[in-house]
């Protein structure tokens, strides 16, 4: 990685260009690499910490409401997708699926867009 750092290095000074300051090269295995929501390990993928408390705040506090509309349900279901790509399932039998029900909140979202769309046969 050094010598293709300085290779790079080399290459960005012919087009006037420089390398950041602070470059590093760190193990992934010891922090994780931080990107787009996510934590990548060598073996698993995790969600930011921060992305997580909001996740789960959002959820206990529909819970505690009890307001399943359309923008709480729809924001809860997107959350859920972004939950398949990582190793978070402890966490989310833990935290999340007790205070939530999926089919209720596509309930909500599929009896919303009927009423937000009208049939094409009443015209």
């Known amino acids: 990685l050094h010598k293709a750092r300085a290779a790079i290095s080399a290459h960005l000074d012919g087009m006037r260009l420089t390398l950041k300051d602070n470059w590093q090269i760190f193990q992934v295995d010891d922090r994780g690499l931080d990107f787009v ?6 073996h698993k993928t995790i969600l930011r910490r921060s992305t997580m408390l909001r996740f789960s705040r959002k959820v206990r506090r529909v819970h505690k409401s009890g307001r399943y509309n ?52 009443a015209v």
Not at 37 to 42: I, S, V
């Open 37 to 42: 929501g996510y934590r990548f390990f060598h």
């Open 70 to 121: 359309r923008h709480n349900a729809a924001s809860i279901i997107s959350r859920l997708g972004r939950l398949k790509n990582t190793n978070c399932y402890g966490w989310y039998r833990v935290w999340i699926r007790p205070y939530i029900n999926v089919k209720k909140l596509k309930a909500v979202i599929r009896n919303a867009s009927y009423q937000h769309y009208p049939s094409p046969c």
